[in-house]
């Protein structure tokens, strides 16, 4: 199987950081599409033509990173990363799927502006000060009191966050956006595991592939 993307995005990245903490990164292949990014044979396997997405071993393909992380996480062997626990494992994907849904959403205007693109003050102040708050208070919603996202074991939760994280950190000081606000349990989270190696390795993964894609832009 081949995965398609890089981690300069946090959705490949997500599916990356859940083949890192499971020791399988060498069971696939990786690259970027074949004819191109934004090339028809891409759109004929992502009808978006986004990244990531899996090449599975029959041709087809499979989109959207949270989808590519649960698959990979039962076929590839390792440990499980979708809790055995059918309430520990909805709340994980509660995390995914609201980091996708709203969180995603909510910090888009920031995302305009830090790769080239524009968005008012009222857009950027609004994202800061209620729809950014609001998404991760909702995302923390689901975060247990163990050490990581939910309970005592990495989940895909924590690989959903790890790969936003990295961009919250990068990306938010220059719109005024430092630290985690009143959100206790996410600020907790996070300082437990920021250090840990499967942050540190995520987190140089991704600004190697940013400096690779938009050239190096460090101080
Ligand atoms: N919901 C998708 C989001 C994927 C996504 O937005 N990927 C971005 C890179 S971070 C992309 O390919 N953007 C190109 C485009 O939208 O044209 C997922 O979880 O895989």
Redesign the pocket.
């Known amino acids: 199987m081949k995965l398609i993307g890089e981690s300069v995005?946090?959705?490949f990245e997500r599916v990356y950081i859940g083949l890192d903490i499971k020791g399988v990164t060498d069971k696939l292949e990786y690259g970027m599409p074949d004819g191109g990014f934004?090339s028809d044979a891409h759109f004929e396997a992502h009808p978006?033509?986004?990244?990531?997405y899996l090449v599975k071993d029959d041709g087809t393909t499979l989109?959207?990173?949270?989808l590519i992380l649960e698959y990979l996480d039962r076929t590839l062997g390792g440990r499980l990363l979708t809790p055995e626990d059918f309430d520990a494992a909805t709340d994980a994907r509660a995390i995914g799927r609201i980091l996708?849904l709203y969180y995603?959403e909510a910090v888009r205007p920031m995302g305009r502006v830090a790769f080239g693109g524009t968005a008012t003050d009222d857009e950027i102040a609004k994202a800061r000060e209620q729809d950014i708050p609001t998404a991760l208070a909702y995302v923390s919603k689901y975060m247990g009191g163990g050490k990581y996202a939910v309970g005592d074991d990495w989940t895909i939760a924590d690989c959903a966050l790890i790969s936003h994280l990295y961009w919250y950190g990068a990306l938010m000081p220059r719109f005024g956006l430092e630290g985690f606000g009143d959100n206790e349990r996410l600020a907790d989270y996070w300082a437990r595991v920021k250090d840990d190696p499967v942050v540190t390795r995520s987190f140089a993964r991704t600004k190697k592939a940013y400096d690779k894609f938009f050239g190096d832009k460090s101080e």
């Not at 978006?48 to 990531?52: A, D, Q, T, V, Y």
């Not at 989109?63 to 949270?66: A, D, I, N, P, S």
């Open positions: 995005s946090p959705y934004k978006l033509g986004k990244i990531p989109t959207e990173g949270q996708d995603a």
